[in-house]
């Protein structure tokens, strides 16, 4: 076995919440080593989705702004509008008051890694954590490398070999199981996708395949979504794995159908689960916390991923600077920073879930669409940030800084 130097932090996971967390504590002047068992541009199913309150971390916190965004060559398109559906029958279509943005993971998560290597951090591609000794604070690669530190940062997703070596008393396992989801998610050449679309399916994407669909009801406790991209269609459904049994694929199947797109329905799509409202309250244990999809922190309403993976970097961030500076209880500060920034509003955001599917489950397709007219402006801001879920009050430090 193959020792290595110690280092303030070792953060497993490579993505946009890893490298978050590997760079703010590269830049406060801690030795870090992030870990990434695969190598750059690697390929990550997701829709791609940057809501308003992320484009505006990525501004505040790495200063990167939209235009330097696009100069990166990060942004693929830009949604004006949305179209939403309950089923077949199409309940809203709106201009946004500020739009939001669309990115390829390839292209972002390697940004992200250089930017964190840039600021000091020792980015190791190819390295797969195949042990975590919490009380020691080591992680040891399937290569037999071990890399201590006085903090680790499990940060490596859904799947996160960090989580499940921690105790039960920290994850609760049903909790979890209980609240995971399921996507299958196909990304169809956008040329390909413009000469084969038909009206066959009872949804008629717009022309130009230029705005965002939503189709609820697509499947139980979940949507449908057909994305535009530079590039390509990312269509996709997804939802509660709990509350959707039998061939996943024959949904999707029956769901490229109804929206035009039937002519791609041989092809496979990617699966992958997500966290949706499996949050772990307190996702820390001796030395190691939990960031993003590795603690469960994806919005519950639209599995959105990227901010909160960003978002709990920063928190985590933050609490691992106090405790390798000053000496801060670092479970302690980090759960305190969760439960007074961000776990109010996702435990909101849930409940607004809820309602909206056992609406759907009723079949109140009618009460639902008009409770969605009168409050799609006050949706939509939460979504972007600048309203809270609880109560939709308007808030512009929701999403402040905390350093």
């Known amino acids: 076995m193959k020792g290595r130097p110690e280092y303030d932090a070792v953060v497993v996971g490579g993505g946009p919440a890893g490298s978050t967390a590997a760079c703010l504590l590269a830049e406060a002047g801690h030795s870090v080593a992030l870990l990434e068992r695969r190598t750059y541009p690697r390929n990550k199913v997701c829709g791609g989705c940057l809501s308003q309150k992320t484009v505006r971390f990525l501004d505040r916190v790495f200063s990167l702004p939209v235009p330097a965004l696009r100069q990166a060559g990060l942004l693929d398109f830009t949604g004006t509008g949305y179209a939403l559906y309950i089923g077949s029958r199409r309940i809203l279509t709106e201009d946004l008051d500020e739009p939001v943005y669309f990115t390829g993971r390839e292209r972002y998560d390697a940004f992200l890694a250089k930017m964190a290597a840039r600021a000091g951090a020792e980015v190791h591609t190819g390295a797969e954590a195949a042990g975590i000794d919490h009380a020691r604070r080591t992680v040891t690669t399937s290569d037999g490398d071990r890399y201590s530190a006085r903090v680790i940062i499990g940060a490596d997703g859904v799947h996160s070999r960090v989580r499940r070596t921690l105790p039960q008393s920290v994850v609760d396992r049903k909790r979890w199981q209980n609240n995971l989801g399921w996507t299958l998610e196909l990304a169809i050449p956008r040329r390909e996708a413009e000469t084969l679309v038909n009206e066959d399916g009872p949804i008629r994407l717009d022309d130009g395949l230029a705005t965002p669909h939503l189709i609820l009801a697509a499947c139980r406790w979940g949507y449908g979504w057909v994305f535009p991209n530079r590039e390509a269609i990312i269509v996709g459904i997804g939802g ?146 600048t309203r809270s879920f609880r109560g939709f009050l308007r808030d512009d430090d929701l999403h402040s800084a905390i350093w």
């Open 240 to 385: 509660l794995l709990s509350a959707n049994g039998g061939n996943l694929r024959d949904t999707f199947e029956a769901f490229l159908k109804s929206v035009g797109l039937s002519a791609f329905a041989a092809r496979k799509p990617a699966g992958y689960l997500l966290p949706l409202g499996n949050y772990i309250p307190s996702p820390a244990h001796e030395g190691t916390v939990l960031v993003g999809d590795a603690g469960g922190f994806t919005g519950p309403l639209l599995g959105e991923g990227i901010f909160y993976a960003h978002r709990t970097a920063e928190l985590a961030a933050h609490a691992a600077d106090r405790h390798l500076t000053a000496g801060a209880p670092l479970a302690a500060t980090y759960t305190a920073l969760l439960r007074r920034r961000l776990i109010p509003e996702l435990r909101a955001e849930t409940a607004l879930r809820n309602f909206v599917y056992r609406c759907l489950d009723a079949r109140m397709h009618a009460p639902l669409a008009a409770f969605m007219r009168a409050t799609n402006t006050l949706v939509i801001d939460a979504v972007q940030g």
